[in-house]
């Protein structure tokens, strides 16, 4: 059975930095592309970063450009991503996907975590 | 940047077929993927590659996608289909998802 289950979420200040994991089972983790998806209170889902298996392409949306790096330890079967100068719009549940396609970027997301909730305010 | 359009809320009665639309440009070139978010839980993909549906989604829902225009079908819809549900594409090395649209079942 596939589980994701993301950790380290919680409240941080305006300019502050969290890092998000993300362990993995159920799998052959580093055969799948990984990503991340988030969904601000009462809105809708937004893509926020995606990873290859091997990790070598990494992918972001505009809004964290710069900002949030996504990295994988596939020895620990384990996603993460690194948020620095984090902003109230940033505040969010934080969701890590595993990829369809195998051995590649896919085009949708099969499975899910059950998502940590990132607040940012004074 | 490529933007998926949704409105924003579908009502259907138990029984009858619920139609949500997703919008964007050339979509029928993209493969369309489709999401039902219940309150409280995780996205669940119910289609993807347009029509095609992952092991243990009823077959009452099924999808198409042509022009500019994707569609989620849900036939007999029951209660339990009450949820939100996106859409979702790939471009340019993005994955899109439109806003969301609320089924309300009546």
């Known amino acids: 059975e596939v589980q994701l289950m993301e950790s380290g979420g919680g409240l941080v200040q305006p300019g502050g930095s969290l890092r998000l994991s993300c362990a993995a089972s159920g799998f052959t983790f580093t055969n799948y592309a990984m990503g991340w998806v988030r969904q601000a209170p009462g809105k809708g889902l937004e893509w926020v970063s995606a990873i290859r298996g091997n990790g070598g392409t990494t992918y972001y949306a505009d809004s964290v450009k710069g900002r949030f790096t996504v990295s994988r330890d596939n020895s620990k079967k384990t996603l993460y991503l690194q948020m620095h100068s984090l902003r109230a719009e940033d505040t969010a549940v934080y969701y890590c996907a595993k990829f369809s396609k195998i051995h590649d970027y896919g085009d949708d997301f099969d499975y899910w975590g059950q998502g940590t909730l990132v607040t940012v305010s004074a | 940047s490529y933007e998926l359009a949704q409105p924003p809320s579908v009502s259907v009665s138990p029984g009858q077929t619920a139609s949500i639309l997703c919008s964007g440009d050339k979509l029928g070139d993209k493969y369309a993927s489709w999401y039902q978010q219940k309150p409280g839980q995780s996205p669940v993909l119910v289609i993807y590659q347009d029509r095609k549906r992952p092991s243990g989604i009823p077959e009452r829902f099924s999808g198409s996608n042509s022009g500019n225009t994707a569609t989620l079908t849900i036939s007999g819809t029951q209660a339990m289909d009450e949820a939100d549900y996106y859409c979702?594409?790939?471009?340019?090395?993005?994955?899109?998802f439109g806003g969301g649209t609320k089924l309300t079942v009546l």
């Open positions: 979702q594409a790939w471009d340019s090395s993005t994955w899109v």
